[in-house]
């Protein structure tokens, strides 16, 4: 017999995994905090698409993809423009 084990798709900035429901942490985020994230994740997703970027955008790739709380710091936000910028990439936030 088989248990009542149920799965589901996780995209994060890296790729998409599978993982079973209990191996996930319940953030209580509101509408507007789950969007940012969301549109977080698109970003870094975008960056991490570039396949000449240099290797210090790993570093924050990696350290933005581990963001837990819904927003990012002033350095954060300066830091990831300004990667952006490099690679010519656009972002307008969606409402």
């Given amino acids: 017999m088989l248990g009542n084990t149920v799965s589901c798709t996780v995209q994060t900035w890296d790729g998409d995994y599978t993982v079973k429901i209990e191996h996930l942490k319940l953030l209580e985020l509101l509408d507007e905090d789950c969007r940012f994230m969301q549109q977080l994740c698109l970003r870094l997703r975008q960056l991490h698409q570039v396949t000449t970027r240099d290797s210090s ?22 830091l990831l423009a300004a990667v952006e910028r490099e690679y010519n990439l656009v972002w307008r936030q969606q409402k």
Avoid: T
């Fill in 57 to 78: 955008v790993d570093w924050l790739l990696q350290g933005l993809g581990k963001q837990a709380k819904p927003y990012l710091s002033p350095l954060q936000s300066k």
